[in-house]
């Protein structure tokens, strides 16, 4: 919980703050955007949220893997607990949800459910809940967890054993604390998990990294890629990358010809835009990564 008496001093005065435990993941500044901003590696409420604003800032508090997000009023959260999974789309179903609850041990990554006939897949995994088990129960359950890399991971092991589910990761992501996981892989070209899922190994970030396509249209990009979602632009953490910074340039090519208009990402705000548009946003992306190299 937050304590009012660490509430950072970046703050605006009012109901909502931010506290001094903030790992800067940047989590709530998406999920509630407008309401919060980041400052010296930290966020803070840069305005009280107002009307409906007030429920998404109550969705980073339940989303914030650190409890760093307190309210001086008291307001009730379960309509905020309940929200997940939220649909990512307000507007069409496209049975992909968030699934918040995020991780301190995934540095407040976010995590998935594709929610289909085929089988019902968790993309990485939340911190763990058992309130959020229970609706994804009612959703169907989850016949598979893909990881989509060793770091966002958080509870994998709790929500594979209450939700009977078997984890994909790629063997070069093998660590102590994915030991468990039942079905490890070794693939260097996509490969169809089935007719609507295609893993896609992408080392650089990890020499394990894989994102997952789905239907042609979802690419869930593990820390792959990110999404700038005020200039509609995709990029990549050169400063987070953990194996090879080259190989992540030339992972990112070979996504050149995969259709996709959603990205979902580890970090960060997903993005949508039409299949051309996010081809273009891949080639500024790659113009970018080789500057940066
Ligand atoms: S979600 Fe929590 S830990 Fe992450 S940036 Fe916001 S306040 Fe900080």
Same mark, same amino acid.
Not at 209 to 236: E, I, P, T
């Given at each position: 919980?937050?304590?009012?008496?660490?509430?950072?001093? /970046?703050? %605006?005065?009012?109901?909502?703050?931010?506290?001094?435990?903030?790992?800067?993941?940047?989590?709530?500044?998406?999920v509630a955007l407008g309401t919060f901003d980041g400052k010296?590696?930290?966020?803070?409420?840069?305005?009280?949220?107002?009307? +409906?604003?007030?429920?998404?800032?109550?969705?980073?508090?339940?989303?914030?893997?650190?409890?760093?997000?307190?309210?001086?009023?008291?307001?009730?959260?379960?309509?905020?607990?309940?929200?997940?999974?939220?649909?990512?789309?307000?507007?069409?179903?496209?049975?992909?949800y968030h699934l918040g609850f995020h991780s301190r041990d995934?540095?407040?990554?976010?995590?998935?459910?594709? %929610?289909?006939?085929?089988?019902?897949?968790?993309?990485?995994?939340?911190?763990?809940?058992?309130?959020? %088990? +229970?609706?994804?129960?009612?959703?169907?359950?989850?016949? /598979?967890?893909?990881?989509?890399?060793?770091?966002? %991971?958080?509870?994998?092991?709790?929500?594979?054993?209450?939700?009977?589910?078997?984890?994909?990761?790629?063997?070069?992501?093998?660590?102590?604390?994915?030991?468990?996981? +039942?079905?490890?892989?070794?693939?260097?070209?996509?490969?169809?998990?089935?007719?609507?899922?295609?893993?896609?190994?992408?080392?650089?970030? /990890?020499?394990?990294?894989?994102?997952?396509?789905?239907?042609?249209?979802?690419?869930?990009?593990?820390?792959?890629?990110?999404?700038?979602?005020?200039?509609?632009?995709?990029?990549?953490?050169?400063?987070?990358?953990?194996?090879?910074?080259?190989?992540?340039? /030339?992972?990112?090519?070979?996504?050149?010809?995969?259709?996709?208009?959603?990205?979902?990402?580890?970090?960060?705000?997903?993005?949508?835009?039409?299949?051309?548009?996010?081809?273009?946003?891949?080639?500024?992306?790659?113009?970018?990564?080789?500057?940066?190299?």
């Amino acid at each position: 919980m937050a304590s009012k008496h660490k509430r950072l001093p /970046t703050n %605006v005065p009012g109901d909502f703050f931010v506290d001094s435990g903030c790992i800067d993941c940047g989590t709530c500044r998406w999920v509630a955007l407008g309401t919060f901003d980041g400052k010296n590696e930290q966020s803070y409420v840069r305005e009280q949220p107002q009307g +409906e604003q007030i429920a998404a800032a109550l969705r980073a508090v339940v989303a914030c893997p650190t409890g760093s997000i307190g309210t001086l009023e008291k307001h009730d959260l379960q309509p905020a607990i309940e929200s997940f999974p939220m649909p990512i789309d307000a507007r069409e179903d496209t049975g992909v949800y968030h699934l918040g609850f995020h991780s301190r041990d995934s540095f407040g990554a976010a995590s998935y459910l594709i %929610v289909r006939e085929g089988g019902n897949v968790m993309v990485d995994s939340p911190r763990f809940n058992k309130g959020l %088990v +229970e609706r994804i129960q009612q959703l169907g359950g989850v016949t /598979t967890m893909f990881l989509t890399h060793r770091d966002d %991971v958080a509870d994998h092991d709790r929500y594979a054993a209450a939700l009977g589910a078997t984890r994909i990761l790629h063997k070069r992501d093998l660590r102590p604390h994915t030991r468990s996981v +039942e079905q490890l892989i070794e693939i260097t070209e996509p490969t169809a998990l089935d007719s609507e899922l295609l893993m896609i190994p992408v080392p650089g970030h /990890t020499q394990g990294s894989m994102c997952l396509l789905y239907k042609g249209r979802f690419l869930f990009a593990g820390d792959h890629l990110a999404w700038d979602v005020f200039r509609k632009r995709l990029f990549s953490f050169k400063n987070a990358c953990w194996y090879d910074w080259d190989q992540q340039i /030339t992972s990112t090519e070979a996504l050149r010809g995969h259709r996709f208009e959603w990205v979902l990402p580890g970090h960060g705000p997903r993005g949508q835009a039409s299949a051309e548009a996010m081809q273009q946003a891949l080639e500024g992306c790659i113009a970018w990564m080789r500057k940066a190299a």
